[in-house]
């Protein structure tokens, strides 16, 4: 079994419990910034999971240290796979909110919300919008499980 996707499915549950019951209590940006820091953590562990398979077929000779580097190696390993690279694109977006400044809006409040100014855009970043980018990380650990050509663990605790 990978180790890796494993060590992101433990990270899935901790953004789950940051989302369901941390932000339900405590509704501040840092518990928000937390929470895209674990979203992060989870799309670290899972590339490089997909490298070291990678590694393991002999497709690549070394992984890179970076991040970001990572993810460009894995993203041109594959470059023919659309759902990866959009997967990859997401992740390069949600790495670059946690390097930029950013506001914050209706703190302590249900709508309490992380804005980020990128480039010509505004993102922001509320318990909705994280609910969903859990959902997108569920979709692409079942997509690693996949390529690394072996079954999922029992999800019953997801």
Known sequence: MNDYLMEARDELKRLEHIIY?????????DVLAGAVKRLVSIFDWIIE???VQAQEEEKIETLPKSPARRSNQLGGLYT???QLQKFLRFY???????TLPHEKRREFRRHVTLIAQVENMTIEVDSDNLINCERYAHKFLDYAW?????????????
Request: hydrophobic residues 35%.
């Open 21 to 29: 019951v941390s932000l339900k209590y405590t509704r501040t940006v």
């Open 80 to 82: 023919e796979d659309e």
């Open 146 to 158: 996949d390529k690394v050509g072996e079954v999922a663990p029992d999800n019953q605790d997801f």
């Open 92 to 98: 390069l977006q949600i790495r670059n909110i946690l």
């Open 49 to 51: 999971g997909l490298l």
